[in-house]
Structures are given as structure tokens and as C-alpha cells.
């Protein structure tokens, strides 16, 4: 137990103290210069009516449905291919996981040169072919859907990395059965392949999961959360709540209604990777 205290203490200054602090927080109405007011759970109450807050959830899930499901569906893909054996494979590989090295905010900035109405290239390589202008993140109906697709050029190589692992790491007798027995390669995809590195998928998609749901930087650095708030995502809200209106008791509270959304997601992940594990 001696030698346990001081990993103990650690823990407790940065874990536990912060999330204790963060809830006497949100119990009071604490705002900068103001004084601080003991309040009970009048923040809790104010954020289940509060319809930017409301909307901000559900602009999360959007984003996070897409952000996962899509690089998910193309990783798998992905590693379908760099499986199989041809010639360059390894540098084409290498070539592939190359946007993943990159940071977000410098991401974030060649992408919004990228999407800039007049002089994007992506603007351009669209009048090639006939098609008119996007406003891709400046227009309301688009914003969300042009965030996601810097994601899934961004983080699909990651699940592609970890499904590759998975395939890398398949027994090949049922494979050798399959064939013995006439099955077509869709069949054995089906039958093997697919089951057997679903465990793999999931972890990917936990990975996923949580990186989508605390999204922050590209979205500051393109959007800030516009147009208006077509883009705010829950954590956009809590940012704009904590450092621009200085409502700090309102934001913690913001915090852990979060936690308790990432939780109940997490929850459910473990889950699903719990019925998809396989000996």
C-alpha cells in the first residue's frame, strides 16, 4: 500500500480532484467577474430546454455516425486490398497511411483552402466536368458532411491499419476447407473473413467513436461552429460557453452531462465488441 500512495495521489490530483472541481462547478452559477452562487441543479435544468444545446447534441451524433461509419466502411476496404499481394504493395501502403501523420489544425488549413468558394481546387476540379460551385462549408445544408469528409481522408488509414492487423492475424485452415468445398470468394468473405475480423472492426469503430465525439480542432479552425450554428458540436458549445460568454459553472455542467453521452456510448461499444469476440 506505501509504495501504491504515490501513484494514488497522482491519480487523485489529475483525475479525480478535476472532475470533483468541475462538478462543485456546475452546482453553482460561476461566471468571471461575477459572484459565484450556489444554484443546485438549476444548469442541469436550463440545459434540457436549452434548444442550442439541444441541437448541438444531435449535430454530434450526426457527425459521429458519418465519421465512423464512413472511414469504417473504407478502411475495411482498404485493408481487403493492401491484403492481397501485388507489386508495390508496401510503398502504396506506406503512401496510403500518410495523411494520418499529419496534425489536425494543419489539416484543418490546407482543407480550407481546399473548400474556399472562389478559389478552392476542389471548386475547380468540379467545373472540369460540368458541375457548378459548392459553397461545401459555408453553406448550412453542407457543412457537416464537407467536415466529414476531412475525416475520413484523415482517419481512414487508421482503421485500416488495425483491420489489416486483423486479417494479418486469421487462421488460414478454414480457408483451405472453403476452397476444398468450391466456395466463391464473396462466400468465404462472408462466412470467414467478415466474422472473423468483425472483433477488429469494432475496435476501430471504438476508436473511432471517441475521436469523432471529442472532434474539436478542425471544426474551430474551419467553422468555429458556423454557419451560425449549423456546425456547433457539443464540444464547440462548451468552448463558446466557457471562453466566450464566461459562463464557467454553465460549461461544467455542459462537461458532465458529456461524459454521461460518452459513457452510455462507450457502454454500448463494449458491448457490441464483447458479442463479436471470438477464440
Known amino acids: 500500500m506505501v509504495f501504491a500512495l504515490p501513484a494514488l495521489l497522482v491519480i487523485a490530483a489529475v483525475i479525480v480532484f478535476p472532475w470533483v472541481f468541475t462538478i462543485y462547478m456546475s452546482l453553482h452559477d460561476w461566471q468571471v467577474g461575477k459572484p459565484t452562487t450556489f444554484i443546485g441543479l438549476d444548469n442541469y435544468l436550463a440545459l434540457a430546454t436549452d434548444a442550442r444545446f439541444l441541437g448541438s447534441i444531435l449535430r454530434t451524433l450526426y457527425y459521429t ?5 464512413l472511414p469504417v466502411v473504407f478502411g475495411t476496404l482498404a485493408a481487403l486490398i493492401f491484403h492481397e499481394r501485388f507489386p508495390l504493395r508496401g510503398f502504396l501502403r506506406g503512401v496510403f497511411i500518410m495523411p494520418m501523420m499529419a496534425t489536425p489544425v494543419a489539416v484543418a488549413l490546407v482543407w480550407t483552402m481546399m473548400y474556399h468558394p ?5 471548386n475547380y476540379l468540379l467545373s ?3 458541375i457548378p460551385p459548392q459553397n461545401w462549408v459555408y453553406d448550412q445544408a453542407t457543412v457537416i458532411p464537407s467536415l466529414v469528409v476531412i475525416e475520413v481522408w484523415h482517419w481512414t488509414p487508421l482503421v485500416m491499419l488495425i483491420v489489416l492487423g486483423g486479417l494479418a492475424a486469421l487462421p488460414i485452415e478454414p480457408y483451405d476447407s472453403a476452397r476444398i468445398d468450391g466456395a466463391s470468394a464473396w462466400q468465404m468473405f462472408r462466412y470467414i473473413t467478415f466474422p472473423l475480423v468483425a ?10 467513436t471517441i475521436d469523432a465525439l471529442k472532434a474539436f480542432d ?3 479552425v474551419i467553422t468555429q461552429g458556423g454557419p451560425g450554428t449549423s456546425s456547433e458540436t457539443i464540444n464547440i458549445f462548451l468552448y463558446l460557453q466557457a471562453f466566450a460568454f464566461y459562463k464557467i459553472g454553465y460549461a461544467s455542467a455542459t462537461v458532465v452531462v458529456f461524459f454521461v453521452l460518452i459513457c452510455l456510448l462507450s457502454l454500448a461499444l463494449l458491448h457490441v465488441r464483447q458479442r463479436a469476440k471470438w477464440t
Open 65 to 69: 455516425v458519418l465519421a465512423v461509419g
Open 118 to 122: 472562389q478559389l478552392g481546387v476542389l
Open 128 to 130: 472540369l466536368v460540368g
Open 199 to 208: 472483433p477488429f472492426i469494432v475496435v476501430a469503430m471504438i476508436i473511432r
Open 218 to 220: 478542425t471544426i474551430f
